[in-house]
């Protein structure tokens, strides 16, 4: 039976209260060893942290949850900046809170911190707000469950709606967090239409046949 991880600091301690560093050493190594890793670190353009979000239909992985396209919420700021604020360095008491609980962003499943790869097996989609909560801890350490992913016939996180508007309102492409969501939305948009009506197909085949 392994013991509890509390257990061997108290075997150290005693150790060291023994004046016998050595095999407080020992069970260090032995018991409790420091793991050293080498972390993986990447930026993410947008166009890839887009393509995240759309595999996963933004959907938070880690609640079940519907997520926003970041562009869609910096619009309502830009006509509602008093009610809606941002906050370029995201601070907390000056942006409004849906930016930390509706945001998509990208989180390893197994941390990189922890010797997790940076590939896409390994990637899921959260908000900036559960990113945070999880930190470097794995989903099993903090109890957390892995939800499936979205359909984008049914979500994509208000996409193509964030398209729509500014294609209404080409003044908001002054703001260059707007203009950059929205050259990559923009790509997108057709791809989500296609993956929809392909899907809307495919389930009317096997409904006839």
Known sequence: MNKEKSDIIEDIAKMLLANNNEAAKKIIVNQYPHKAVKVEKRKYTMAEKLEQFLSDGFIDRYTGKRLIN???LKVISTYFPDEFPFHPHWK???THIAFWEL???ID???PIAKGGHDDKENRVTTSMKNNSIKSNYTIDEINWNLYPKGNLADWDGLTSLF???VNKDKELLKDNYIKNWYNVSQ???ECISNRSNKETHTMTKVLSS
């Open 163 to 165: 398209v729509e508007i």
């Open 187 to 189: 790509n997108s948009v």
């Open 92 to 94: 907390m008491t000056q």
């Open 70 to 72: 970041p562009g869609m």
């Open 108 to 110: 390893h499943i197994y």
């Open 103 to 105: 945001i998509p962003t």
